[in-house]
């Protein structure tokens, strides 16, 4: 599309030629189209073209799925040439949210829950329709597209954005949740660039601030017992979030297709990090009797950062957050609860596709500097006879195992039977080798370590490897818990010589004991030498 020649008094004297834009409005309508398609998303709307500036009125893009569908209803987007070689794309109006599924009603989800069958003459459970409804405000709103129509850079600066949704309380009943928040100083970049019959994408934002608050009244059921106040409000500050993917040129339903999209190459990667969060929570209610149920409480975060990524590779997910605490009161206590801890970390890795040979995977978990208040000690310990230093945790198990169908594949039945109609166990993991590099606690003046590594064949309940342990300050836990009155004399003397069993002192020190569990082929069990199965 050629550009009108520039007004410019200048332009005008030295004649200047109508320049080619390297986007035009339309070609940046019809990747924004392209994308949420590649996503899952159906688009429509009113598409009028001037040339220089095209505008979409009643722009509506939706996603359907089994359990119900979801639009978001844009009243008009503006897309215009800038004159240099850019376009301008403006959201005008309130975006409107619409979300509807449906659920089993209550009494078939009541029967769900305790795993009854329902009534035999349903041959299927009664659905009742829930909505999500709400508004989007994106006042002075801005996003600037560069680039060509196979590489598309967007820029955008949201100075507000505001969201005021409802959400269902119950199934059948007509009551609703409200939901409101804020992003403050909203800015950031995404780049879709086409590459071999699919689009690569990259994104990278920042945000000054993102508040939720929830002030709901729940109505009481006809027992009365049920209702009440719920206000809850929580904050992020300083918030980045950085990411990347790749659609594969086939179109997929994300919610159904998950795991054909997986196949064909889909790849997801974007990581999220804040500086602190803060929040609280009031809730006011009565219970199955009749009595007030109250609840006040605040918690807080310093710096954390979470990732996620996915691919026909496998699936990971990652999180950590430091300097952590909690304090909330409750009308069935007698007193506050109140805890910190320092560092939290957790990390998970498994494989999500189908193969005949074993993929790796990983499970980790650390949580360091855990502290709770006095008020929680004196509970079980009110003469102060166990160590309340700091304690810790530590997890960090990783392997190898095979997996017998795909992770996403919603063909496969949920219930495998036999030839005679009977439930049969599925194992859709099947472990190859275990590695426990390292499980450790450190409490009440007690620390226990363990390492080691099992290999599995065709039976996953007979490993074959070596677990080993070290354990200190066991024996001298044991006598204060028994001075504390918290176990009698008598019951301890089985679990001391039950660990007897399982460990030994080491050389030169007594309060040092050490384990050896050695997995022999055919299911046996040996502990420091001496086989226990």
Do not use: C
Request: glycine fraction near 10%; proline fraction near 6%; avoid cysteine.
């Amino acid at each position: 599309m050629v550009r009108p020649l520039a007004t410019s008094a200048l332009a005008l004297i030295l004649g200047a030629v109508p320049v080619l834009a390297e986007v035009t409005p339309a070609q940046v309508w019809e990747n924004l189209q392209k994308y949420s398609t590649d996503y899952g998303y159906v688009v429509s709307g009113n598409v009028d073209d001037a040339g220089g500036t095209l505008t979409v009125t009643d722009a509506v893009f939706s996603m359907t799925n089994e359990d119900g569908k979801t639009s978001l209803t844009f009243p008009q987007m503006t897309f215009q040439e800038t004159g240099d070689a850019k376009v301008r794309v403006v959201v005008e109006g309130d975006v409107a949210v619409d979300s509807r599924f449906s659920v089993p009603a209550p009494a078939e989800a009541e029967d769900m829950a305790e795993g009854t069958d329902p009534a035999p003459e349903a041959e299927a459970p009664e659905m009742v329709e829930m909505a999500v409804t709400g508004t989007i405000k994106v006042p002075g709103n801005e996003m600037v597209v560069s680039g060509t129509p196979e590489d598309m850079l967007y820029e955008y600066t949201y100075p507000t954005l505001a969201f005021d949704f409802s959400l269902p309380a119950e199934p059948g009943q007509d009551a609703t949740i409200p939901v409101t928040g804020t992003i403050t100083d909203l800015a950031g970049s995404q780049r879709n660039a086409q590459a071999d019959g699919g689009t690569n994408t990259t994104y990278d934002l920042t945000a000054a601030r993102a508040e939720v608050q929830v002030a709901a009244t729940m109505p009481a059921d006809e027992a009365g017992a049920g209702g009440g106040t719920m206000d809850f409000q929580i904050a992020l500050n300083n918030l980045a979030s950085q990411g990347s993917g790749k659609t594969p040129g086939q179109t997929f339903d994300l919610g159904t297709q998950m795991a054909e999209a997986l196949a064909a190459g889909l790849t997801l990667d974007t990581t999220l990090t804040y500086e602190s969060l803060e929040g609280r929570f009031d809730v006011t209610g009565k219970d199955e009797i009749g009595q007030d149920q109250t609840g006040q409480g605040s918690f807080a975060t310093g710096a954390s950062d979470l990732s996620f990524s996915l691919s026909g590779q496998g699936m990971g997910y990652k999180a950590s957050s430091a300097d952590a605490k909690a304090e909330m009161t409750l009308g069935t206590l007698p007193f506050p609860i109140s805890y910190a801890v320092e560092q939290i970390s957790a990390e998970l890795q498994i494989p999500v596709t189908k193969g005949d040979s074993a993929q790796p995977f990983k499970l980790a978990y650390a949580l360091e500097g855990l502290t709770f208040a006095d008020a929680i000690w004196n509970l079980f310990d009110p003469q102060n006879q166990l160590p309340r230093d700091p304690a810790s945790l530590t997890v960090d198990l990783s392997g190898d195992a095979v997996l017998n169908q795909d992770l996403f594949d919603q063909t496969q039945p949920q219930l495998q039977t036999d030839e005679n109609g009977m439930p049969v166990e599925q194992t859709p993991f099947a472990p190859r080798n275990l590695a426990v590099n390292r499980v450790a606690l450190d409490a009440v003046g007690a620390k226990a370590e363990i390492t080691g590594s099992l290999a599995f064949g065709d039976n996953p309940n007979e490993p074959v490897g070596t677990l080993n342990g070290t354990f200190q300050g066991v024996n001298g836990l044991m006598d204060k818990v028994v001075a504390m009155g918290l176990v009698p004399e008598e019951q301890m003397m089985g679990m001391r010589m039950m660990l007897a069993m399982f460990a030994k002192p080491a050389e030169g020190n007594p309060d040092q004991l050490t384990s050896e569990i050695e997995f022999r082929e055919g299911g046996q069990i040996f502990a420091n030498g001496q086989q226990v199965k």
